[in-house]
């Protein structure tokens, strides 16, 4: 139908104008035109509160990370001081542990020098009966370490939840293993003494194996040895136990 014919039929029906419908068109398009407009920036805007609330995390993640590491290692430290570890071993300039034995054990005894005896008696008591409540003892860490890091347990991410979890069981792990090599090194070293002087080995079996040893052939010995190295060890454990007055953590399982 021609523009014309179509105007007059629209005006003789009483229907609106052509000029009224083109400038309904217009503004239908303009309506749609700022329509997109608006949800163009409305995604732009929620892109930049997602990656603004993302920054923020990860800024949070990483603060409380960092309070939680200083709190780590100060309770690292106030545990290894209660187990007496500090009087006994250091770290070298590469962070390993090194033990420092000599004076520990003097000709199969414990030494009279009252800082390290205290250390490896009192220090070995007290770790023992911590370690002997593990869940008590890992409820002690969390506390201490969110204390000393001024947080609590609501305030921790869900990440950093895990991650404290998780490295919190590897110290406690951590630390039971350098108590546990102390009194092996310690044992250790009477063993060595009751092999060098077993004159005063007092157990009827380790005693047996050891005459039987010295009077066995090259090719005996060498069978002998395992199940002497094995009676040795036990009399050494039991003899510390005996001069400590507690027991030894190769008991916990």
């Not at 035109?33 to 929620?46: P, Q, R, T, V």
Request: glycine share 4%.
């Amino acid at each position: 139908m021609q523009a014309k014919v179509k105007a007059r039929l629209l005006k003789w029906v009483g229907g609106p104008s052509q000029d009224e419908i083109d400038v309904d068109e217009i503004l239908g398009l303009l309506l749609q035109i700022s329509l997109a407009i608006m949800m163009i920036f409305m995604i732009a805007f929620f892109m930049f509160r997602f990656k603004s609330n993302k920054a923020q995390q990860e800024q949070l993640i990483e603060i409380q990370r960092q309070k939680i590491t200083v709190s780590l290692e100060k309770n690292e430290q106030f545990f290894r001081t209660r187990y007496g570890l500090n009087s006994i071993t250091r770290m070298d300039e590469k962070g390993d542990t090194l033990y420092q034995m000599e004076g520990l054990i003097i000709n199969g005894e414990i030494t009279d020098n009252v800082n390290l005896r205290s250390a490896f008696v009192e220090g070995g008591k007290r770790a023992y009966q911590d370690y002997t409540d593990l869940m008590t003892l890992r409820q002690t860490w969390w506390m201490k370490v969110l204390t000393d890091a001024e947080l609590a347990p609501a305030d921790l991410t869900q990440d950093n939840w895990k991650w404290l979890a998780a490295t919190i069981d590897e110290k406690i792990k951590n630390v039971k293993a350098n108590c546990t090599e102390v009194q092996l090194l310690a044992a250790v070293a009477v063993q060595t003494h009751f092999i060098a002087s077993p004159e005063k080995v007092t157990d009827a079996d380790v005693q047996r194996l050891l005459k039987h040893f010295l009077r066995a052939s090259e090719e005996e010995q060498r069978l002998i040895i395992p199940e002497l190295t094995a009676a040795l060890r036990k009399q050494s454990f039991h003899y510390l136990e005996k001069q400590a007055g507690i027991p030894m953590l190769e008991n916990l399982k």
